[in-house]
């Protein structure tokens, strides 16, 4: 668990199963919150009992039951309505709103933007605070890496990530999964002069040996040491003999190579 409050907005991490972050998030001052993925419902349930929350909301990023399958469970226990991507909407389990790409509703005084980021599966979505500039992504983008292509086209997730990177560089990003070691061995062996990683990867370390979630990043920090956002890298094109070649055949490069890569 730790606790933020970038412009009166707090957000509590809450870790689940082996490496999933499920995020509760809710004004300064305000019992009443909402969460962002519901791994498992015990320790969703515990953050919210020791901080003295009410769950008012539920959101799901996608329909892959390490973000979706305490729905249920949260729905028997606070009545909450569960809302997710329009295209998610039969095969998310108690979902009663879908939403689409750039709708916007309230929460508690928050404002929510949906943006679809679809690549990872079809109807991934992230939400989007602009009040406080918070961005929450699934399994779109991680630490240092982005999402396995299990229902979209490289074309697909190259455009997601375009379409997250024009966020405002000062978006704090949430991720839906801890793989910041992984991701850091891949994006040093593409690109081994970027000294951005050996710094992500150091604090990274340090918060989990302190039993800590690691620190959410940047877009701007993010775009300095993810590879998958550094498709003009010199070093990176370089790296894959791809010198003179577009975007996305770097981005379907990189994804290729991450896929097989053992660390
Ligand atoms: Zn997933
Ligand atoms: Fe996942």
């Known amino acids: 668990m730790n606790v933020q409050d970038p412009k009166g907005i707090e957000v509590r991490t809450v870790r689940a199963l082996k490496d999933n972050y499920c995020y509760l998030v809710h004004r300064a001052g305000s019992a009443l919150c909402l969460v962002i993925d519901t791994s498992e419902f015990a320790p969703i349930q515990d ?13 799901n990023t996608h329909h892959h039951g390490d973000h979706v399958d305490a729905n ?4 028997r ?20 709103r879908g939403l689409d790409d750039g709708e916007t509703f309230e929460f508690d005084g928050m404002e929510i933007r949906v943006l679809a980021i679809p690549g990872h599966t079809r ?3 992230a939400y989007y605070f602009p009040q406080a500039a918070l961005l929450f992504v699934g399994d779109t983008l991680f630490s240092m890496g982005c999402g396995r292509l299990f229902e979209g086209t490289h074309e697909e997730m190259c ?7 024009s966020l405002p560089p000062q978006t704090q990003v949430f991720f839906g999964h801890e793989y ?17 990683i050996h710094a992500r990867l ?13 620190a959410a990043p940047t877009l701007a920090e993010e775009m300095r040491v993810n590879p998958f956002l550094r498709l003009k890298s010199p070093s990176i094109r370089r790296q894959l003999g791809l010198e003179g070649a577009r975007d996305i055949e770097v981005f379907a490069s990189l994804r290729r190579l991450r896929d097989v890569f053992q660390g």
């Not at 569960?82 to 108690?94: F, K, M």
């Not at 150091?202 to 690691?214: F, L, N, W």
């Open 123 to 125: 109807g991934q979505i």
């Open 77 to 96: 226990r606070w009545d909450a309505p569960v809302y997710c991507s329009s295209h998610d909407r039969s095969r998310i389990p108690n979902a009663v």
């Open 180 to 196: 910041t070691e992984k991701n850091g061995a891949f994006a040093l062996n593409v690109e081994p002069d970027n000294i951005c």
């Open 47 to 59: 953050e919210l009992e020791r901080a003295g929350l009410r769950l008012g909301l539920i959101l």
């Open 159 to 165: 455009h997601s990530l375009e379409k997250i990177s």
């Open 72 to 75: 249920e469970d949260l729905v």
């Open 202 to 214: 150091r604090a990274a370390r340090e918060s989990m040996s302190a039993d800590r979630p690691t």
